[in-house]
């Protein structure tokens, strides 16, 4: 597809990621261009020939949709005048919203030319996606934020956090739960099959788990690493249930010697449960010359409880993960697991008109009902009101975060009833976790 861009010399153009007809171990022209303006944003190397082939690959089994903005008025000594100075990408993945899969339009790869800044670029992408992701039946946009300042006013709140943790393993960790199953170093290239059958059931059974694009297989393999390319260090473990069944992996690699404390890296861990989870930590705090454990984990970690000594964990970073954007609030609603019984009039402010609404929300057990409520229809009598912005139902959805802490800072308003009401609703036992990124 090919547009332009309202108001300016610029051109937009919209692509799947393809090879050259001439060499199918080589992307196209369009598509390499695109990747190398997408590095030059996020300061990465540039990509050779062959690396490329292997992401575009990975790309089109992701289903992913590109977007460049291209200026065909470049100066002489312009950069590659070919390439955008603007990047886009979307694809799409099953979203655990605690009741069913909601299938989630994913944002990614989002640049902008220094060059090219304050012309709405951005702007223009992101609401033409918006609108287009909402046309197709999406009821939710999701992306990770490079910089937590951009999304917000698109209606993108933060849903999800990840700690940093570190971990003090001199002497072996002792942990106070008994063992359980087993757990084995595994064969690697097996885990690029494996892994996502894992990661299948552990999506199925965590609330705000994200379902993973391709690379994250052939990372787990040490197939890819920051490069598509074979990772030699690179170890891998698998634990098995009491039945035998694997139930977890945690990829790992040893930093190097000169390293002090001598540290041991965790890349990915994935548990269908916490007994999983707690057995794959047993097994890296039991690694001979290992003074020092560092891993991304969930803020309810159970780790740190089951340990013997609990200050052997530290946290040393909480950071938002996952965030959302409605599209269709009743869908995402009719999705959701609640872990509480109640009744609201709830209404979603949106700006772009993409999510606005009011709706009668009742939850009864397993059963919730959504009924759409026309402008200027009361609920019904007693039920208490409230009212939330885009993003603030984006952060409130997975119930990382409560309606009352919203509520001060301005995102939900409503009487003291109904904030209360909106946040017994929607509370849940555990904070969500989602340990993918893209």
Not at 219 to 231: F, I, K, M, N, S
Request: hydrophobic share 45%.
């Amino acid at each position: 597809m090919t547009a332009e861009t309202a108001g300016t010399a610029l051109r937009t153009e919209r692509f799947a990621a393809g090879l050259s007809h001439a060499d199918h171990q080589r992307v196209d022209e369009r598509t390499a261009d695109w990747l190398q303006a997408v590095n030059l944003g996020f300061h990465d190397p540039a990509w050779k020939p062959e690396q490329m082939a292997s992401i575009v690959e990975a790309y089109r089994a992701d289903g992913r949709m590109l977007t460049g903005v291209y200026d065909d008025a470049a100066p002489e000594y312009a950069w590659n005048p070919a390439a955008p100075v603007a990047t886009y990408a979307t694809m799409s993945n099953g979203l655990n919203a605690g009741g069913t899969l909601l299938q989630a339009h994913q944002i990614t790869s989002v640049t902008v030319r220094p060059t090219h800044r304050r012309r709405g670029i951005l702007n223009g992408m992101i609401t033409a996606d918006l609108l287009r992701a909402g046309e197709e039946g999406f009821a939710v946009a999701a992306l990770l934020a490079s910089e937590a300042v951009i999304y917000g006013r698109f209606g993108f709140g933060a849903a999800t956090a990840e700690a940093t943790v570190e971990v003090d393993a001199r002497g072996r960790l002792e942990l106070k739960v008994p063992p359980s199953g087993s757990t084995v170093l595994a064969d690697a290239p097996k885990m690029e099959e494996l892994a996502p059958e894992i990661f299948s059931r552990h999506l199925h059974a965590a609330r705000g788990a994200l379902g993973r694009q391709a690379g994250y297989a052939k990372r787990a393999a040490g197939l890819w690493g920051d490069v598509p390319e074979v990772q030699q260090d690179v170890r891998a473990a698998v634990h098995y249930d009491a039945a035998g069944t694997p139930d977890g992996y945690v990829t790992y690699r040893f930093l190097p010697w000169e390293t002090e404390p001598h540290t041991l890296k965790v890349l990915d861990l994935v548990a269908v449960d916490d007994t999983a989870r707690l057995e794959l930590w047993r097994y890296l705090g039991s690694i001979d010359l290992v003074e020092k454990i560092t891993a991304s984990a969930p803020v309810a970690d159970p780790l740190p409880w089951a340990l013997a000594d609990r200050r052997r964990y530290q946290v040393t970073g909480v950071e938002d993960t996952l965030w959302l954007r409605p599209l269709d609030p009743a869908a995402m609603l009719r999705a959701r697991g609640f872990e509480s019984d109640g009744t609201v009039v709830l209404t979603v402010a949106d700006p772009l008109g993409i999510a606005a609404g009011r709706w009668l929300v009742q939850v009864d057990g397993t059963a919730v009902t959504v009924t759409e409520l026309v402008p200027g229809e009361d609920g019904p009598s007693g039920v208490p009101a409230v009212e939330a912005d885009a993003a603030a139902f984006g952060s409130l959805y997975l119930g990382g975060v409560s309606a009352q802490v919203l509520a001060v800072s301005g995102g939900v308003r409503g009487t003291e009833e109904g904030v209360a009401a909106l946040d017994r609703l929607f509370a849940v036992a555990r904070p969500p976790y989602c340990s993918t990124h893209f």
